[in-house]
């Protein structure tokens, strides 16, 4: 992802509903968003209804916790005849002034445009 000034897709502090029993937010709360910004960034594309096909290469590499704002920065890598190829970037901001950013994962996630029979249409 560029370096530039980058507007989140979805930002929201995390709270103490999402947690594990060791205290930090459950993974899956973190891949459900993913997939939530991947479909926002998928319909900046085109006016259409996009499902998940794949979700590639999470990793997490810190934790993240209850009261960080955490930032899902997406970005279109390529457009198919049907599908959408995107890049999540999720950043936490920590501590008392939420300043201490730490990125927590990634994932490359690929979305399909289907019609209301879930079958895959043309994205033009």
């Not at 509903?17 to 891949?31: E, K, P, Q, V, W």
């Amino acid at each position: 992802m560029s370096e530039k000034y980058r507007e989140p897709a979805i930002r929201m502090v995390m709270m103490p509903r999402d947690t594990n029993h060791l205290g930090s937010i459950f993974g899956g709360h973190i891949l459900s968003l993913i997939d939530q910004a991947a479909g926002y960034e998928a319909r900046r594309n085109a006016a259409k209804k996009f499902v998940t096909k794949v979700l590639r290469e999470v990793e997490f590499i810190a934790p993240v916790h209850v009261g960080d704002l955490v930032s899902f920065y997406t970005e279109t890598k390529k457009v198919g005849r049907t599908s959408v190829q995107i890049s999540v970037e999720v950043v936490a901001l920590r501590g008392e002034d939420c300043l201490t950013e730490q990125k927590v994962t990634s994932a490359d996630v690929v979305m399909v445009a289907v019609d209301e029979m879930g079958n895959p249409v043309p994205i033009s």
